[in-house]
């Protein structure tokens, strides 16, 4: 069966998909020198440093801070609703915009290793993403269980 069956790609593709051709230039790009190249280097190494403590304040700082406020807000006008529905999407609000943000700096962190001479064609924040969160999974929980503790019904402190 030859690979452009159009019953293999479900009819929708005849030949290569879209966007898919391998990239030719007219001739070959220029090469930074090797100064330049190590700073980029570095420069990448720094942005992948700035991007990881962002993702890494989605898992603590942000919902504590909002926590601080919509409590503040249930202090001061009484009504607990307010309180929640503000802090749910002060929350929701800032983890967008940091999400944004970490896309911004992936992809830059791509453009900046590729001007350091790596061939980088996937980005870092799935696997920061992931990693923040097991860390902060994994933090959480020896906080609980072993610091803090659940407590024993038999002897309350």
């Given amino acids: 069966?030859?690979?452009?069956?159009?019953t293999n790609t479900g009819g929708l593709f005849i030949g290569r998909r879209p966007g898919t051709a391998p990239v030719r230039y007219r001739e070959a790009?220029?090469?930074?020198?090797?100064a330049r190249r190590r700073l980029?280097?570095?420069?990448?190494g720094s942005i992948l440093v700035v991007e990881t403590l962002i993702c890494a304040t989605?898992?603590?700082?942000q919902p504590a801070g909002w926590l601080w406020v919509g409590s503040q807000l249930y202090h001061s006008s009484g009504s607990v609703g307010l309180g929640i529905l503000v802090a749910f999407a002060g929350m929701l609000s800032t983890i967008?915009?940091?999400?944004?943000?970490a896309m911004r700096l992936d992809r830059a962190w791509?453009?900046?290793r590729r001007a350091?001479?790596?061939?980088?064609?996937?980005?870092?924040?799935?696997?920061?993403?992931?990693?923040?969160?097991a860390v902060a999974g994994i933090a959480f929980a020896v906080w609980f269980l072993i610091i803090q503790g659940?407590?024993?019904?038999?002897a309350p402190r």
């Fill in 29 to 34: 790009p220029v090469r930074a020198g090797g």
């Fill in 110 to 112: 791509k453009m900046v």
């Fill in 58 to 61: 989605l898992w603590g700082p």
């Fill in 1 to 6: 069966m030859p690979k452009n069956d159009p």
């Fill in 116 to 133: 350091a001479g790596k061939e980088q064609k996937e980005g870092m924040l799935e696997r920061i993403f992931v990693i923040s969160m």
């Fill in 150 to 154: 659940p407590g024993s019904d038999i």
């Fill in 96 to 101: 967008m915009l940091t999400l944004k943000i």
């Fill in 40 to 44: 980029d280097s570095v420069l990448a």
